[in-house]
């Protein structure tokens, strides 16, 4: 079964870091690209960061640049977010996300509309705040 299982999440004061976690079953990840959504209440969900191990391509949204790395670990079939210099505006609950056909040939070259991934985490929420 295509499992994804994001943890991690939490409560940070602005300035902080936290590191999330999104673990694969059921499928490796060398084969499939994994993006990293978030979501607040009333708001639609917003591609963060794509990562591909292969071929290996990351993608990042301007107001994540500079601030958080995507990062992959093929023996624990892991991939990382970790975001430092966290603001109250990155309070979201926090997705990880891939598709079996879309995502077969790594990250695509623009980023996806959510409703066409067809394997979702149960989402972890980070807040930010003081």
């Known amino acids: 079964q295509v499992q994804l299982a994001e943890s991690g999440g939490g409560l940070v004061q602005p300035g902080g870091s936290l590191r999330l976690s999104c673990a694969a079953s059921g499928f490796s990840l060398d084969y499939f690209a994994i993006t990293w959504f978030r979501q607040v209440p009333g708001k639609e969900r917003e591609a963060v960061s794509c990562?591909?191990?292969?071929?290996?391509?990351?993608y990042y949204r301007d107001s994540a640049k500079g601030r958080f790395t995507v990062s992959g670990d093929r023996a624990k079939n892991t991939i990382y977010l970790q975001m430092n210099s966290l603001k109250p505006e990155d309070t979201a609950v926090y997705y990880c996300?891939?598709?079996?056909?879309?995502?077969?040939?790594?990250?695509?070259?623009?980023?996806?509309?959510?409703?066409?991934?067809?394997?979702w985490g149960q989402g972890t929420q980070v807040t930010v705040s003081s």
């Open positions: 996300a891939t598709d079996r056909v879309l995502y077969s040939g790594g990250c695509p070259d623009r980023w996806t509309d959510p409703s066409d991934l067809d394997t």
């Open positions: 990562i591909s191990l292969n071929p290996h391509r990351i």
